[in-house]
């Protein structure tokens, strides 16, 4: 009896038990940041007086006063992170096509010069290249941001540009010669548009990454108004320590950028990651 | 990783090679050299000489300016007898492990819970979900973690007045016995986007075939968990565990926020130690030479990963 009735269930909904251990663990996951949106809509007395449960009147001046600082940083950060996914993108499409597609002279040490960069972990440069910055006058500049997340992010997106571009089958560019293209022709109405997907992961990777960069931005800016959004959350945590509210409003419209980002792009993110091609 | 890409399909060549002497080929190539300046340029200066400069600098005490004199190997000797630094790479040794394994087992049992659905909607839902505090940005987790610690008002001592267990409320950062095991657990039921989504890809690219015949042969869930759904994920476990024992070497923006590696020196990390060396004590000869030691450590452990895993790919 026990048995037949257990198996009837497992039959008539195998998902369930997966989906009651995937719901627990949603709550898990999702807590936290629930209770970070009700504390942002408190006062602080409301939020002494009642820990846990949103209190009426929710209190929407937090996030006018939090918005209020946390705007310029995220001016910053789109711009910072703008300049370094394009300047990435032209640079690693271009050098990922030649290493690609020609043979010349020194390319295998050319190419390891690239390669080997990827075990260089940022650690070991931090210091002497703070340094090499400093002396450029590079310092309190965006420049100084820019041109390290450039060099730092070009190494693996040029591996994947050229692992890209070495895909495309030769009988689609054998076609476009025999059309009569130019090699520059070529690069820009057949390789970059069938490139497409792989620069969206390029310039996703680097979006992350420079948007989460907290330690160089530390060690380079000191003015306020030219901070990007990690650096200025650590400053903006500090000055609003005790006052809940405002500081939680200012946690929730930092998310927001990102959050648009993704709502356009989740789809291909997951199935570019997901795909199976990534393999130690 | 590396191999990997040798043995990909080798380059395909464009018509344009031929069996000239060599300083003809240079001159025939000289576009594609003027496309590379820019990139080789960037890279030599940002990275390699910086790399390079490590390498020298940590022979040397150096305050970053004028201050710069010879020692030899003296840096590494002091870090030998540096009590701090070995308090650091302890907790270094112990949080990576505790890291690479709650970051390997997680997004794991999740990924399979979720290939296990058999709706497709809904395990198209659970992958967005926890994807999504990615959206959040890096240093709110902490500043969130550091909420949740508050010994004041933190989520978790709030917590654990509200089922009673009022006499367990704690001030978790502040006691060197617990600060590490507190850092341990910070982000914890969030997964890690990059090694779920890694693991996730491995889990989904199983033929349904073999599901099947297993189902036939009468597998249940766990030993088919243990016999094809770990075996043929091998590949992308070892890629996730290595992806986080690099993250977490050489991340420090963890201890920086919540503990800027306190109390004293307890929740101190080799990294750490190398940045308040530096931007706090301008000692950046002995800052090089920490990152150099962290350097071979990494390059160390992810060679003996590799080698480990593809000896266990051959049997």
Request: one cysteine or more.
């Amino acid at each position: 009896m026990s048995l037949r009735s257990s198996r009837r269930i497992r039959l008539g909904n195998r998902d369930l038990p997966f989906q009651l251990v995937l719901i627990a663990f949603g709550i898990v996951t999702f807590f936290p940041l629930v209770l970070v949106v009700i504390t942002s809509l408190k006062s602080n007395t409301q939020f002494y007086h009642n820990f846990w449960l949103p209190e009426l009147p929710f209190r929407f001046g937090n996030y006018s006063s939090a918005f209020r600082i946390i705007w310029r940083f995220i001016v910053n950060s789109v711009i910072y992170s703008g300049a370094t996914i394009c300047l990435i993108a032209a640079i690693a499409s271009v050098t990922g096509y030649v290493f690609a597609r020609f043979r010349f002279p020194f390319k295998t040490v050319l190419f390891l010069g690239f390669i080997t960069l990827i075990m260089v972990p940022g650690v070991l440069t931090l210091a002497p290249r703070f340094v090499l910055v400093r002396d450029l006058g590079l310092v309190n500049t965006p420049g100084a941001l820019i041109s390290v997340w450039v060099s730092g992010g070009l190494v693996l997106s040029t591996w994947l540009m050229r692992s890209y571009f070495e895909s495309l089958p030769q009988e689609l560019f054998d076609a476009a010669y025999v059309d009569g293209a130019a090699e520059r022709q070529v690069f820009v109405y057949v390789s970059l548009p069938l490139a497409r997907p792989m620069i969206a992961t390029v310039a996703m990777t680097t979006l992350i990454s420079t948007w989460n960069d907290l330690i160089w931005p530390l060690v380079t800016i000191t003015n306020k108004d030219l901070m990007p959004l990690a650096q200025g959350l650590m400053q903006f945590s500090s000055d609003f320590e005790t006052d809940w509210g405002t500081l939680f409003a200012g946690y929730v419209i930092s998310s927001i950028p990102l959050l648009c980002v993704f709502a356009v792009a989740m789809r291909q993110f997951i199935s570019g990651l997901t795909s199976g091609s990534i393999k130690a | 990783m590396i191999r990997r890409l040798s043995t990909s399909p080798s380059a395909r060549v464009s018509k344009r090679t031929s069996q000239s002497p060599l300083p003809i080929r240079i001159w025939q190539a000289k576009w594609l050299y003027l496309a590379l300046l820019i990139p080789v340029a960037i890279l030599l200066i940002f990275e390699w000489l910086p790399a390079f400069s490590a390498l020298y600098n940590s022979l040397y005490i150096w305050n970053g300016g004028k201050v710069h004199f010879y020692v030899g190997l003296e840096h590494y000797e002091r870090m030998l007898s540096d009590r701090t630094f070995r308090v650091a790479i302890t907790n270094l040794i112990g949080f990576v492990f505790f890291r690479v394994v709650m970051q390997t087992v997680l997004p794991f049992f999740a990924a399979e819970m979720i290939v296990n659905l058999r709706s497709a909607r809904w395990s198209y839902w659970w992958k967005i979900i926890f994807v999504f505090p990615m959206v959040v940005p890096q240093i709110l987790n902490y500043l969130i973690w550091r909420f949740i610690y508050n010994p004041q008002v933190g989520l978790l001592n709030e917590g654990l007045k509200l089922i009673g267990l009022e006499q367990y409320a704690y001030a978790w950062l502040a006691d060197p016995h617990t600060v590490m095991w507190a850092l341990a657990f910070v982000r914890f039921p969030w997964l890690p986007t990059l090694q779920f989504l890694i693991i996730l890809g491995g889990l989904q690219t199983i033929p349904q075939e073999v599901h099947e015949s297993a189902a036939i042969d009468g597998a249940g869930f766990w030993r088919r968990l243990f016999y094809i759904d770990i075996p043929m994920t091998r590949r992308q476990i070892t890629l996730a565990m290595i992806l986080t024992m690099l993250f977490m070497t050489q991340r420090f923006d963890l201890f920086l926020v919540m503990t800027d590696g306190g109390p004293g020196y307890s929740s101190m990390v080799p990294a750490l130690q190398l940045y308040q060396s530096a931007f706090h004590f301008l000692e950046f000869g002995y800052a090089s030479a920490i990152g150099v030691v962290l350097f071979v450590a990494m390059l160390a452990l992810t060679i003996i990963n590799l080698r480990v895993s593809a000896g266990a790919n051959r049997e």
